[in-house]
């Protein structure tokens, strides 16, 4: 089993959709979250951290499911600029530096 | 200010050649990452280095690769007699150190092992 494993998709949205993703991790121990986006053929970059209590970025909410091992993130009035590649990403153990990053899932939006 | 930054930004090399690939991180970013990513991969952790401290090797996929990073800053990755099964994206990361900070991405190597 993968340490973290998400569905590759892709999710194809109309404009102005909602949308969520999942992404379960292995290592109970894990303590820090986050969701990163990919654009085609560009660096990975932070969206946001996952907390323990939820939290919200403006059209994002990211959500921590410690008892199953999940972690989420819904994306309200999707735009065309949202269309990348999201990288759910968990830190081995408490503290530790080591990144695991998902595969990613794509998501599309369309006109 | 200015980010993470690679080079050469794509490099094509010949079987069994060797290869240095650069890394400059953010500045007073203590902490270095080196990742791979292969074509419909997740990222693959390669080494880490922080200060002064000893780099975790840990992720090295052979004795063919190894890196270091001089002065604290700057940092190159080599891989040595290149086999088609490195061709990937070599990404570099930093961040102000280890644990829950940040981690900020340059923006790649391409390398394509002919």
């Known amino acids: 089993r993968k340490e973290v494993e998400q569905d590759p998709g892709p999710f194809n949205v109309p404009e102005g959709a909602t949308v969520a993703f999942n992404c379960t991790y292995s290592?109970?121990?894990?303590?820090?979250f986050f969701w990163y986006r990919q654009d085609c053929r560009k660096e990975p970059k932070l969206l946001m951290s996952v907390y323990s209590s939820g939290n919200e970025d403006g059209r994002f909410t990211a959500q921590l499911n410690r008892a199953s091992q999940y972690i989420s993130l819904l994306i309200r009035d999707s735009k065309l600029s949202d269309s990348a590649t999201y990288l759910c990403?968990?830190?081995?153990?408490?503290?530790?530096?080591?990144?695991?990053f998902g595969t990613g899932t794509r998501l599309k939006v369309l006109a | 200010g200015a980010g993470v930054s690679q080079s050469p930004s794509n490099k094509v090399t010949e079987k069994g050649k060797d290869v240095e690939l650069r890394c400059d991180p953010i500045s007073g970013h203590t902490a270095l990452y080196w990742y791979r990513q292969s074509l419909g991969q997740g990222l693959e952790f390669l080494i880490y280095?922080?200060?002064?401290?000893?780099?975790?090797k840990s992720g090295l996929p052979s004795d063919r690769f190894s890196a270091e990073r001089t002065g604290g800053s700057v940092s190159t990755l080599t891989i040595q007699r290149t086999q088609q099964e490195d061709s990937a994206v070599y990404l570099c990361?930093?961040?102000?150190?280890?644990?829950?900070?940040?981690?900020?991405f340059g923006p790649g190597t391409r390398l394509t092992v002919l």
């Open positions: 990403v968990v830190t081995a153990t408490s503290g530790t530096y080591k990144y695991i």
């Open positions: 290592n109970s121990a894990s303590q820090s």
């Open positions: 990361a930093s961040s102000f150190s280890s644990g829950k900070n940040t981690q900020y």
């Open positions: 280095f922080q200060g002064n401290s000893a780099p975790d």
